[in-house]
């Protein structure tokens, strides 16, 4: 059975980012050390087409994050954030001509788009018309293997409260925000997790969870 | 050296305690099931004089938190709740005749009072002059051995704000609370943490962590 897998990256006191996010600053204020644990790693190296990076068990994590997945969800922020209407000349996102997904995107967004197809195998489609229709489309371009859902937070939260997620894997980093994006607001409050596997280092621990339906 | 260790259980979005606190609910709504970890184990039956409980390895992680402790630190509410004043006839607290701390407890408050005898050699002290008093009190009469700091969560965050703990250990429940007593609100924000164990179980996950100062 497809899984929807969710993995981020929080802080000890619950926050994905940092507050006045921008477009220049897309984690917000403070938070610039959230993600040093995965950027130092090859995994994240290769996804960037960079060479080296460190092997070890916070390369490991990162690289089964992408183990077994056919399609990947995100929201419209985290491709390119901003609230507004696609800008001009039309703009391509973050992630470069070769994007580290390799699959399918389907990106949650209020401003319909055709699909924008880039190298390495990574289509994005946008989706205006819910998570719903969103996550069928994903299962069906993941043809059996499961679907990666990253972020951002306001995304993650109306997959959580909807019942839809399957699986959760929590980064979490030793360091405190107090302000800004905090992952579990909005999330509902029934959800009832099992923790499934931990893999502890010095940077970060990592908080694999099932979602008991 | 002697150190001082806070030890809470906290959920998955940052919170050791509901809404609503009160005398007649003092975890608040919904929490009742923030401490079913501890409760059913052999140590907390000890604790309480009473016989079974389960051993494993949420029981072996419970009596570490009381081993080489000299002296112990809570905060008022955590002692017998309530704002006011002491309550007539003289409130012994939450703890019952035979306290389950077999040490010196230092009380913060605002209420002076004469100390209180229990049976077990716990002896409840009230200190009204503030944290750094009452850790000096509590490191005299550990007399080597380490201080513990159980809560609640103002008591601290104010240890915390001050950059006088050692090593926290968190006792991450999987579930989601979304409202109530945030355990690193006013904490400070630049604590910086080092994991130093992690033990995980079904129902639980214990990190602990040391401060870096």
Redesign the interface.
Same mark, same amino acid.
């Given at each position: 059975m497809s899984k929807l897998r969710f993995n981020i990256t929080m802080t000890?006191?619950?926050y994905n980012g940092g507050p006045k996010q921008s477009l220049d600053q897309p984690l917000g204020e403070?938070a610039e050390r959230l993600h040093d644990w995965a950027i130092k790693v090859k995994t994240f190296h290769e996804m960037h087409g960079e060479p080296g990076g460190e092997r070890g068990p916070n390369d490991d994590v990162l690289r089964q994050t992408f183990d077994n997945i056919g399609a990947t969800i995100m929201g419209r922020n985290m491709f390119g954030g901003g609230p507004g209407p696609w800008r001009e000349p039309p703009w391509q996102g973050w992630w470069g001509e070769n994007p580290p997904y390799h699959t399918p995107v389907f990106i949650l967004t209020h401003h319909p788009r055709d699909p924008l197809v880039m190298q390495g195998d990574t289509t994005f489609h946008f989706v205006t018309d819910g998570i719903e229709s969103a996550l069928a489309q994903a299962r069906q371009a993941a043809a059996g293997k499961d679907v990666a859902l990253i972020g951002g937070a306001r995304a993650a939260q109306q997959y959580l409260a909807a019942g839809l997620v399957d699986e959760i894997e929590?980064h979490?980093v030793?360091? %405190?925000?107090?302000a800004g994006e &905090?992952?579990? !607001?909005n999330?509902?409050?029934d %959800?009832?997790?099992?923790?499934i &596997?931990?893999i !502890?280092?010095?940077e970060v621990?990592h908080?694999k969870?099932r979602i008991v339906k």
């Amino acid at each position: 059975m497809s899984k929807l897998r969710f993995n981020i990256t929080m802080t000890l006191d619950g926050y994905n980012g940092g507050p006045k996010q921008s477009l220049d600053q897309p984690l917000g204020e403070r938070a610039e050390r959230l993600h040093d644990w995965a950027i130092k790693v090859k995994t994240f190296h290769e996804m960037h087409g960079e060479p080296g990076g460190e092997r070890g068990p916070n390369d490991d994590v990162l690289r089964q994050t992408f183990d077994n997945i056919g399609a990947t969800i995100m929201g419209r922020n985290m491709f390119g954030g901003g609230p507004g209407p696609w800008r001009e000349p039309p703009w391509q996102g973050w992630w470069g001509e070769n994007p580290p997904y390799h699959t399918p995107v389907f990106i949650l967004t209020h401003h319909p788009r055709d699909p924008l197809v880039m190298q390495g195998d990574t289509t994005f489609h946008f989706v205006t018309d819910g998570i719903e229709s969103a996550l069928a489309q994903a299962r069906q371009a993941a043809a059996g293997k499961d679907v990666a859902l990253i972020g951002g937070a306001r995304a993650a939260q109306q997959y959580l409260a909807a019942g839809l997620v399957d699986e959760i894997e929590l980064h979490l980093v030793p360091m %405190l925000l107090g302000a800004g994006e &905090r992952l579990f !607001d909005n999330a509902g409050l029934d %959800l009832k997790l099992e923790p499934i &596997r931990v893999i !502890d280092t010095p940077e970060v621990t990592h908080l694999k969870y099932r979602i008991v339906k």
